[in-house]
């Protein structure tokens, strides 16, 4: 959460002070177009890092704006995203087991990935489709499911989050400019 600029609320009543209400709607609207925006940028910034796809992050982001405490922001909350959320190959499942010595290769951050020992994609039953991998050596016993790192731990990372400070500042001064120029001009009411 981010607190809302003071002085760029005192400047919205200063000049919208003819039109009663003016001020806080347009305060509530610029909080709501920047945190919809922040979420747009936080999905950018992760998939330039991270080999997963835009939907498995944009789904466990919501965002809030609370004007009366004069706070506004986003949060993220998840379990670990399954492996095969990442890019892996083979990329679909095998119709036969591939032979002794073929590896999955799995890339959780672009650049960065490798072979993963024992592991193989496979359909569970449910149509759940992951990267596993026996628990043991031998081939009666379970087999484990293996994890990449949950959203919030990648919207977590300091380059990241400063990033999203950032462009939010940005983009809140800009919408509250937008706001008092639509009441000024007669286009809101």
Known sequence: ???????????????????????KKAATTAAKKTV??????AVQKVR??????????????SFSTNLGGM???????GRVNDLAYFKHSPGSVPKRRPPRGKYLYSQVVKGQ????AHAFLAKMR???IGV????????????????????????????????IQKRMEERLAANVDHEINAFLMGYRT
């Open 71 to 77: 706070q506004f922001g986003f949060h993220s909350k």
């Open 126 to 128: 449910s149509g759940h």
């Open 113 to 116: 990935g490798g072979t993963i």
């Open 132 to 163: 596993f991998r026996r628990t043991s050596g031998n081939s009666s016993l379970p087999i484990a499911k293996l994890s990449g790192p949950s959203t919030p731990q990648m919207l977590g990372s300091p380059t990241v989050a400063a990033f």
């Open 48 to 61: 330039e890092r991270y080999t997963i796809k835009s939907s498995y992050v944009t789904r466990t982001i």
């Open 36 to 41: 919809r925006g922040a979420r747009k940028d």
């Open 1 to 23: 959460m981010i607190e809302i600029d003071a002085s760029a609320l005192n400047r919205a009543e200063k000049l919208l002070q003819g039109i009663p209400g003016a001020a």
